[in-house]
């Protein structure tokens, strides 16, 4: 069975920094892209991250360039999320999201909450 | 980036009822390859999203078969034939055609 388990999240000063950790479990993870997705508090899905098999391409979403890298330990069956420069719009749950690759996510851990205030 | 519209964004619905849900997107969603990469997921409360619907109308495995997604090009639906009470929740379309992928506004299913 496909696991995935976020860590890392918290109560971090706008400007701070966060690092977000998932680990992977039940599949063969460096066969796999993988992504972050985050949600605002009520509100809707937006895709953060994806990154390929060996960490080679990744790429991130306009509002996040420049801010927010994505990274992975294949060794360690991991991704991870390196936020720096936060700010109040970054507040949401941020999941951790098994590319199918095939265009699309099928596997979705529950979540880790990253708060964004002073 | 591509824009997902769905619509209605509150869909209250009778035990037993069907309901349709649609899902616009700005520009094409056939990907140079042809296929068209329309995915639709489930959001019920307090739990992560789930996939129902993969390129357009392919059902994820466990899904039921009262779920069903049809369209073309730009213009998509999700349908329930008859909604369950566990089918409450949040529904959201995402596009994988083109990064980044984007998801609609999502639309709310609730009981009558």
């Known amino acids: 069975e496909v696991q995935l388990v976020e860590s890392g999240g918290g109560l971090v000063q706008p400007g701070g920094s966060l690092r977000l950790s998932c680990a992977a479990s039940?599949?063969?993870?460096?066969?796999?892209?993988m992504n972050w997705v985050r949600q605002a508090p009520g509100k809707g899905l937006e895709w953060v991250a994806i990154i390929n098999q060996d960490g080679g391409d990744r790429h991130c979403v306009a509002s996040v360039e420049g801010r927010f890298t994505v990274s992975r330990d294949n060794a360690k069956n991991s991704l991870y999320l390196q936020m720096n420069s936060l700010r109040a719009e970054d507040t949401a749950v941020y999941f951790c999201?098994?590319?199918?690759?095939?265009?699309?996510?099928?596997?979705w851990g529950p979540g880790t909450l990253v708060t964004v205030s002073s | 980036d591509f824009v997902m519209t769905q619509s209605p964004l509150s869909l209250p619905v009778t035990l037993g009822q069907p309901a349709s849900i649609s899902c616009r997107s700005s520009?094409?969603?056939?990907?140079?390859?042809?296929?068209?990469?329309l995915s639709w997921f489930q959001q019920r409360p307090g739990q992560s999203p789930r996939r129902l619907i993969y390129q357009i109308s392919n059902r994820d495995s466990g899904v039921p078969d009262r779920f069903s997604g049809s369209g073309s090009g730009t213009e998509f639906t999700l349908k329930i034939s008859r909604v369950e009470a566990e089918d409450v929740g949040v529904y959201y379309c995402m596009q994988g055609t083109q990064w980044p992928y984007t998801f609609g506004q999502g639309t709310k299913l609730e009981i009558k």
């Open positions: 039940g599949f063969t993870f460096s066969k796999y892209w």
């Open positions: 520009q094409s969603l056939v990907h140079s390859d042809g296929n068209t990469y």
């Open positions: 999201v098994r590319d199918d690759g095939h265009h699309s996510v099928d596997s």
